[in-house]
């Protein structure tokens, strides 16, 4: 996570406001000891020393009164008051501030936003591009990439290689050493054929380079680009100060990306030094894989690193995903305590779209350290595939919930799960699996719908609903002191921690690993497609499909309980028409799905990264060189 080492020094330092007994009073020493462990912390990460002072001073002038005379009715208020003026000064740091100081520039849908790319060599632009091309097309954005870095030899090919993976056109030329003349056709072209991100590569520069300055400056003014992003190193430091300034000068610079945040101790001089130039900072980047870009908010960015969640990111990084039709008829249907399988797998399809899960699940306020997922995410990635995949072989029958796949001992219901399994490849095990979890979530939106939570309730829990609307923080809150609300986290929680106890149980990892082996031997015996249930690594493959499930658990119900459509009462005007269901691939005259499961995977990969299938459209061949190959570049 971006600052940890930061964020637990502040964290622990706001800890002593809660003093080693309860009725430990807060007193000035108290303040100081905090400040100065503040100071500290952001000194190790190298913001500049008078930015830290007036941060001290500040803090004080706003709570120093009130600890002296400790005028605040009670302890527990005292601290709070300090934690808000900690989180308030902080917060401040980071925004940009001083004359000329601009507004994230704000994309416009439906017209070509033209967005210019500049910064020193290997700050991080071409993977950048990327991260940010991968953000905007996952929210369905039309986007494009030209290369007018016609100076790194490999520029080209490294953006190229990028647009391949994403499925995104390109304009480049390995021939043209004009990088203006490249930039200019590339982007009119994009323009022409209403991409509405059009984003323009340049070559990296050092401040020293006038040349390379002037060339900035005149792809620039060729291309009249709606922003123009300086992608800088945390790395530097506070050092970046005064290339953002210089930047600043050269071009108009709208926003800033700051790369290589992953874990850099240096991370928050640089993010505090860029915020005082006043050039706002739209995304930090915090690794090489394209999903490792986080929108950046000074407030939200303060209240994850403090430890308080982040409600405002997840909100808006949820309802950039979802559809409002779809939702709305979800929120319908929950609000009635319906929670069918084809809701379990549009939630999934979102999940799959929002990145990393310990990044989104780090934002959900009160959320306990232990439910965040650790870790590298591609078990979770390669379960959830899985799971779109088992229900892409179930119809639309079995989706709706209009055949019900829960009957026990029913040999119709049987043939339906190995066909299913068959389907998917997999083993009817996992689709039991699937199935369970699907009906302890339904069991679970049934009870909140009966409760009024879902939007169904009588007036005045709606009423109580669109209040908590309007103020997010109260919602969770509320979600919090609400018995059923805190019944279903207990419940997940129990999950995790009966997995746990399972998967921690006295037995060795080499009795496990044994068991793996037997049962792998087992299964090998069998003729079956099963894999082994004990992995070599001690763990039982429930434990830890338990837990994926109770991520996304809670991924998927959270969401819904927070986006409650404000206009929920008009609902059954504008609900969406199911209609045919093209998303699955399916056949129109007899509802079956291609049995291939390799293809169904593929579409599972494709949905992942906003280009499936599933939404009735179909890939298009767009991705495609517009270059003149062989050739030299320019050195
Ligand atoms: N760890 C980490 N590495 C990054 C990040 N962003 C970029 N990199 C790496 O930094 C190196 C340089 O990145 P590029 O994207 O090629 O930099 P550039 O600014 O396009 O370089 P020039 O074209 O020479 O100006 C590459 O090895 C990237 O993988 C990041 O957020 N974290």
Redesign the pocket.
């Known amino acids: 996570m971006v600052l940890a080492e930061l964020g637990g020094k502040l964290r622990s330092s706001l800890h002593r406001l809660q003093g080693g007994r309860g009725d430990d009073a807060i007193t000035t020493e108290t303040l100081d000891a905090v400040l100065r462990d503040i100071g500290e912390a952001l000194a190790e990460s190298d913001v500049r020393a008078e930015l830290v002072t007036d941060l001290k001073d500040n803090i004080r002038r706003k709570v120093g009164d009130a600890v002296s005379e400790n005028t605040a009715s009670s302890n527990a208020n005292l601290a709070r008051q300090v934690q808000r003026a900690v989180v308030d000064e902080l917060t401040s740091m980071l925004t940009p501030s001083g004359e000329g100081s601009a507004k994230p520039y704000v994309m416009r849908r439906g017209r070509p936003n033209v967005i210019l790319f500049v910064?020193?060599?290997?700050?991080?632009?071409?993977?950048?591009i990327a991260k940010f091309a991968h953000h905007y097309l996952r929210r369905g954005w039309k986007t494009a990439m030209v290369c007018a870095?016609t100076?790194?030899a490999g520029?080209f090919d490294?953006l190229k290689q990028n647009a391949t993976k994403l499925r995104v056109p390109f304009y480049g030329s390995y021939t043209e050493a004009d990088p203006v003349s490249i930039a200019e056709e590339g982007v009119d072209r994009f323009v022409q054929d209403g991409y509405e991100v059009i984003i323009v590569?340049t070559?990296?520069?050092h401040r020293q380079e006038e040349g390379l300055f002037e060339e900035m400056q005149e792809i620039s003014a060729a291309v009249n680009p709606s922003n123009t992003i300086f992608?800088m190193d945390a790395t530097q430091g506070q050092a970046v100060y005064d290339q953002a300034r210089a930047f600043h000068s050269a071009v108009n610079v709208g926003s800033v990306i700051v790369?290589?945040?992953?874990g850099h101790a240096r991370g928050g001089g640089a993010i505090s030094a860029v915020a005082a130039t006043g050039s706002p900072i739209v995304f930090l980047?915090?690794?090489?894989r394209f999903e490792?870009l986080e929108a950046f908010n000074a407030q939200s960015f303060v209240s994850k690193l403090l430890g308080f969640g982040d409600m405002r990111g997840f909100m808006e990084e949820i309802k950039s995903l979802n559809s409002g039709k779809d939702r709305e008829e979800m929120m319908k249907n929950m609000a009635k305590g319906q929670f069918t399988l084809r809701d379990l797998y549009k939630q999934f399809q979102s999940v799959s779209k929002m990145g990393p899960l310990d990044r989104v699940m780090g934002m959900m306020p009160g959320m306990p350290e232990h439910l965040i997922p650790k870790g590298g995410d591609d078990e979770r990635s390669k379960q959830l595939r899985k799971f779109l995949v088992i229900m892409d072989s179930m119809s639309d029958k079995e989706l709706d919930g209009k055949i019900d796949l829960q009957k026990k001992n029913d040999p119709a219901t049987e043939k339906r799960i190995r066909r299913i399994a068959a389907g998917s490849g997999c083993h009817p095990m996992e689709v039991r699996a699937l199935l369970q979890q699907h009906k302890q979530m339904e069991s679970m939106v049934s009870k909140m719908g009966k409760s009024g939570m879902m939007g169904g309730g009588n007036a005045k829990q709606r009423a109580q609903i669109q209040q908590m609307q309007k103020n997010p923080q109260a919602m969770m809150k509320q979600l919090q002191s609400n018995p059923q609300a805190m019944q279903m986290v207990r419940f997940f929680s129990l999950g995790v921690l009966t997995c746990r106890s399972l998967s921690s149980s006295p037995r060795s990892d080499a009795d496990a690993a044994d068991d793996g082996r037997r049962a792998a031997g087992r299964h090998a015996r069998h003729g079956r497609r099963g894999t082994a249930r004990h992995g070599p690594d001690g763990k039982t493959a429930g434990s830890r499909r338990c837990k994926i499930m109770l991520h996304f658990s809670l991924l998927t119900i959270f969401p819904s309980l927070i986006l409650l459509d404000a206009d929920d009462g008009r609902d059954g005007r504008r609900h969406a028409r199911h209609g045919r269901d093209a998303r699955h691939g399916r056949d129109a005259r007899n509802g079956r799905r291609p049995a291939n499961a390799q293809h169904a995977a593929n579409d599972a990969d494709d949905a992942g990264h906003g280009h499936g299938r599933r939404d009735g459209k179909v890939i298009e061949a767009e991705q495609g060189v517009i270059a003149i190959p062989g050739g030299q570049r320019r050195k």
Request: aromatic share 4%.
């Open positions: 910064g020193l060599q290997g700050a991080g632009k071409t993977t950048s870095d100076f790194r520029a490294q590569d070559s990296g520069r992608v790369t290589k945040l992953d980047g915090s690794g090489e490792d």
